[in-house]
């Protein structure tokens, strides 16, 4: 008789890690390389495409987001502390850019990361935070203890990007801004507080 093993939910079966928020897990939706956006879909938990990349700007580190926390009430909480425009979170997991010397070629993975710091999103009045981390171990980037301590270029793409990824030119005023980038503290934070809103919205 064959036996089939079920795949743990990305986002539900899956847990954050026991060292969380310093040393965690993270689930990897796309890589440098792809040239379509993929995205969980919330319901199977498998990737899915979400659209592809219609303009020259691709993420420039691996990125998904870390299983089990949530942006609701918490989190737009904390954002409204310093930006008055929040309304509410976006409703998804709590989203993580992974720093990385070696190529990874392929998403739907999991690696373990430590958060350096973050950048703070409004995308049309909604918290959307993307923590920054490092992968454990990595030959380059493990020294870095705070967001501080990576090149100024390499945040430049960060912010360039996620000012970017959702512009179409000629649609208006840009959808996203950056209110804040900190450091690693305050990524702490934002990641015990939208593991406590998953545990509010979900168990």
Same mark, same amino acid.
């Given at each position: 008789m064959r036996v089939f093993h079920e795949v743990a939910h990305p986002w539900h079966g899956i847990h954050p890690g026991e060292q969380a928020p310093e040393l965690l897990t993270a689930y990897i939706e796309i890589v440098p390389l792809d040239t379509v956006k993929f995205e969980l879909d919330k319901t199977t938990g498998h990737l899915i495409i979400d659209r592809p990349q219609q303009y020259s700007s691709l993420c420039p580190t691996p990125y998904g987001f870390i299983p089990r926390t949530y942006c609701g009430d918490g989190i737009a909480a904390l954002a409204r502390a310093k930006n008055k425009k929040i309304e509410k979170g976006d409703g998804d997991p709590l989203d993580i850019c992974v720093l990385a010397e070696a190529t990874i070629t392929r998403s739907?993975?999991?690696?373990?990361?430590? $958060?350096?710091? +973050?950048? !703070?999103l409004i995308d049309r009045g909604e918290a959307d935070d993307k923590i920054i981390a490092v992968m454990r171990g990595d030959a380059l980037f493990d020294a870095c203890t705070d967001i501080k301590h990576i090149p100024e270029t390499l945040l430049d793409?960060?912010?360039?990007?996620?000012?970017?990824?959702?512009?179409? $030119?000629?649609? +208006?005023? !840009?959808?996203?801004?950056?209110?804040?980038?900190?450091?690693?503290?305050?990524?702490?934070?934002?990641?015990?507080?939208?593991m406590n809103d998953y545990r509010v919205s979900y168990t």
């Open positions: 739907d993975i999991l690696l373990r990361a430590r $958060p350096i710091g +973050g950048l !703070r793409r960060l912010r360039h990007y996620f000012l970017t990824y959702k512009q179409i $030119p000629g649609a +208006g005023p !840009r959808a996203v801004e950056i209110a804040e980038i900190y450091g690693v503290e305050t990524a702490h934070e934002v990641i015990r507080v939208a």
